[in-house]
């Protein structure tokens, strides 16, 4: 899966801003775990925290951290439309 990062301009924003949508709050932050980096998502609409990590090919599998209490990778449910639903 590729990840996209798009910085816009106030105006830019402003015009997407005013599209109808679902929208997803969240609280990140940035942590390390056996030398990744880790961003944990805080939702502040709803009684959940996600964790995401970026693994190469030769790295396929990294433990998971003393905080997290299941992976959800590749779970439909978990990904970024479905909880906007």
Known sequence: MKLTNIYLSKDEYDVFAALPARELRKRRW?????GHVICVDEFTDRDLILAEV??????????LPPFA????????A???GELAR
């Open 30 to 34: 940035k942590t390390e775990w056996h």
């Open 54 to 63: 970026e693994l190469t090919a030769h790295e396929p599998y990294l433990p």
């Open 69 to 76: 209490e299941r992976d959800v990778t590749g779970k439909p």
């Open 78 to 80: 978990y990904t970024g």
